[in-house]
Antibody, heavy 122, light 110 residues
Framework: EVQLVESGGHLVQPGGSLRLSCAATGFIFKNHGMTWVRQAPGKGLQWVSSISDSGGSKYYAGAVRGRFTVARDNSKDTLYLQMNSLRAEDAAIYYC???????????????WGQGILVSVSS | QSVLTQPPSASGTPGQRVTISCSGL????????GTWYQQLPGTAPKLLVKANNQRPSGVPDRFSGSKSGTSASLAINGLQPEDEADYYC???????????FGGGTKLTVL
């Protein structure tokens, strides 16, 4: 059974940093691209970032480019999202998702974690 | 404002057929396939339709997807109370080099 478990979310002040982790089990992690999607309270889904199976290709939404960094450790079956210079508008539930294929690009997310809440406030 | 355009709400009575539309651009639906997700209240999104019209195993055949030109649609036949949820369309956008989502459609089963 595919399982994705996010961790690392909490309350942070504007301008602060946070690193989210996503532990994957139930599939061969190194064979799949991975994606982060967020959802602000009461709002719709917003794509944040994707990474290919090897980590060699990374993609970012314009709203986070230059502030967020996606990474993965295939030896630990773990996906990361380093978030710097956080803003109030970054507050959301962050979901980690497995891509159907190896690409970080146009391979659709198929399995999703339960999400982790990130709050940004002074 | 979302790149993909969905109606904010839809409704139907049990047993009815409901269709949710999703309008895109040539940079996404013009060259890429459509994906649909269902999000039940308080839960993570669940994959409902992939590659325009393919259902993952476990998804009832009451759900079907289609794409024509730069638009996609999700149809739900034989509407059931447990179908009450938010539905999102999505596609890879070649111009943005990223995934784009519709704003979501809240389906109410009357």
């Amino acid at each position: 059974e595919v399982q994705l478990v996010e961790s690392g979310g909490h309350l942070v002040q504007p301008g602060g940093s946070l690193r989210l982790s996503c532990a994957a089990t139930g599939f061969i992690f190194k064979n799949h691209g991975m994606t982060w999607v967020r959802q602000a309270p009461g709002k719709g889904l917003q794509w944040v970032s994707s990474i290919s199976d090897s980590g060699g290709s990374k993609y970012y939404a314009g709203a986070v480019r230059g502030r967020f960094t996606v990474a993965r450790d295939n030896s630990k079956d773990t996906l990361y999202l380093q978030m710097n210079s956080l803003r109030a508008e970054d507050a959301a539930i962050y979901y980690c998702a497995r891509n159907w294929g190896s690409s970080g690009a146009n391979s659709h997310p198929d399995y999703w974690g339960q999400g982790i809440l990130v709050s940004v406030s002074s | 404002q979302s790149v993909l355009t969905q109606p904010p709400s839809a409704s139907g009575t049990p047993g009815q057929r409901v269709t949710i539309s999703c309008s895109g651009l040539t940079s996404n639906f013009g060259s890429e396939t459509g994906t649909w997700y269902q999000q039940l209240p308080g839960t993570a999104p669940k994959l409902l339709v992939k590659a325009n019209n393919q259902r993952p195993s476990g998804v009832p055949d009451r759900f079907s997807g289609s794409k024509s030109g730069t638009s996609a649609s999700l149809a739900i036949n034989g509407l059931q109370p447990e179908d009450e949820a938010d539905y999102y369309c999505a596609a890879w956008d070649d111009s943005l080099s990223g995934w784009v989502f519709g704003g979501g459609t809240k389906l109410t089963v009357l």
